[in-house]
């Protein structure tokens, strides 16, 4: 990367999402690799799809009764966000699911939310729907009340800069199934013109009444099995299906200079619009699309021959994906070695069309790709598309977990969006330099270390302590104690409810979180509630039992003198969530036909 292009470079320094059969980005993976179809029949409580089901289109009718489905949309922590119960039951659960991954997100992230607060952080969020809104305004005119005004599209970017005080641009957007695509593409505009030191791209899609399945299915866009077969012969539609995401964005250079850990890079992109291309404003183009990728990869500086992966926007219909394939084809095609075709896939195949947050899902799919350099599955792909030219063409749909071949240069892979209206976006991302994570030869031990945890309330407390005794007998076995506690320390917000335990070894530290959790007296614990703000002199001491005991009775600490030099910021596990779940209260019929009776 030349000097120029390094200073236009952009760092996703973290991560958090909720999408069909994942929880979270590490779920997301292992359901990637897996191959795993997250697709289920259409629960009873979004809407009767077996009374609305025919297996011809037909008016007011569905042709499918399958999609991709969060679980229960309706979960949320409303304590930790300070809202009543009454709140958060008329809040849209868009807005709640934002919230929810934010906070993960900025966690992911190593960044305390109250540190961010009055900062020039822009928030960009791509939609599609407001079926919560919907499903007030059926419940007739006299049901409507005052707080229906925070389920305004706008209040979904409005709500997370409220939120955590984020004084940049708030913008909610709306390109179809290319918003959170564009949703990035603006906020990295807005990272490299300084308008905004840190940004959050985010898309949100939830699927609660049956509007949407009635027309596409009527138009023969709804896919009767529920799945999306990008690139095959069978492809006959989409599945509209649920998804929320959210990145953090700062300049490659300050994160750098931060210590952030950096999960990927953001090299260049570009939007564009078929314009009258197609002949018809709801058809792609060929000539559209190729516009968009050579101006994408010219604002990257980047080379499309040197392009190891395409995330394409990939839903499976007939007129879209011959259009896509040609499009790459071109493009990716030209100067390209034999020996190096480029893999191609689509996240829709895992968990159906996420649609306004379907940018998100496909940034977060490419990013742990070249975290493991390696291609997961694209699933449905039995039998190629008659319609795409595949020996003329560079292009390699994975049917298995496949290693990306080392090039003698960071991966490169490229996403493409794509809206109704014809807006076409496409990202081009780079694989984050290993020499940006420094390394230890050796782990430190037989010293003492301060991990100190913090909760909204006691039981999230506990949670919280069981999550890093698991960790630290699990995945988090290799860390570095002192980058375990710095990370806790430093680069965690604080709350009400807090321990501090001083231990000499992972195990150490495991057995004294068992012990706290077991209600058992242990040496070197420390327990606390924080009652109010203490104006005092912070914490100065090498003595760790001391620190342990200012910090648990809500005394600042000098973190930078009670935690080892060197630390260095790791991911841990983050807030443990104490959710219920939340939903409209049944009306009367009578409320409900708007009557006044």
Known sequence: MDPAQERKAIAVIGMACRFPGADGVEQLWELLRAGTDASTETPADRYDAESLYSAEPAPGRVISKRSGYLSD??????????????????????????????????????????????????????????????????????????????????????????????????????????????????????????????????????????????????????????????????????????????????????????????????????????????GSVLAPSVEGHVSMLRWAYENAGVDPADVDFIEAHGTGTPMIDPVEFAGLGEVLGAGRS????????????????????????????????????????????????????????????????????????????????????????HIVVQAADPAWTPRRAEPETDREHLLVLSARTRPALDDLARAYADFVEGTGADLDLRDLCHTAAARRQHHRHRLAVVVTSHDDLAKKLKSFLADETATDVHVGEVTGDHHTPPVHSGDLAAAADGYVRGLPVAWDEVTEEGGMFVRVPTYPWQNRSYWLDPVEPAVMAGSGA
């Open 73 to 278: 949309p309706g979960l949320f922590d409303a304590k930790f966000f300070e809202m009543s119960l009454g709140e958060a039951k008329n809040l849209d659960p868009q807005q709640r699911l934002l919230l929810t991954t934010t906070w993960e997100a900025f966690e992911d992230a190593g960044l305390p939310p109250d540190r961010l607060a009055g900062s020039r952080t822009g928030v960009y969020v791509g939609s599609m729907h407001t079926d919560y809104w919907d499903l007030q305004a059926r419940r007739g005119l006299d049901a409507l009340n005052p707080s229906a005004v925070y389920n305004y599209r706008c209040m979904l970017s409005g709500r997370i800069s409220y939120a955590f005080d984020l004084r940049g641009p708030s913008i909610t957007l709306d390109t179809a199934c290319s918003s959170s695509l564009v949703a990035i593409h603006l906020a990295c505009q807005s990272l490299r013109a300084g308008e905004t030191t840190l940004a959050l791209a985010a898309g949100v899609n939830l699927k609660l009444t049956p509007d949407e399945d009635v027309l596409l299915s009527q138009v023969r866009m709804l896919a009767p099995d529920g799945r999306c077969k990008f690139g095959d012969a069978t492809a006959n539609g989409f599945a509209p299906s649920d998804g929320v995401g959210v990145v953090v964005l700062k300049p490659l250079a300050d994160a750098l200079a931060d210590g952030d850990a950096v999960h990927a890079v953001i090299r260049g992109s570009a939007v564009g619009n078929d314009g009258a291309t197609s």
């Open 338 to 425: 034999p020996g190096h075709p480029c893999f191609v896939g689509s996240v829709k195949t895992n968990i159906g069309h996420t649609e306004g947050a379907a940018g998100i899902a496909a940034l977060i799919k490419t990013v742990l790709c070249l975290k493991h350099r390696e291609v997961v599955p694209s699933l449905h792909h039995n039998n190629p598309n008659p319609a795409i030219a595949w020996s003329e063409l560079p292009l390699v749909v994975p049917q298995e977990p496949t290693t990306l071949p080392d090039r003698g240069r960071l991966p490169i892979a490229g996403i493409s969006g794509q809206g109704i209206s014809s807006v076409n976006t």
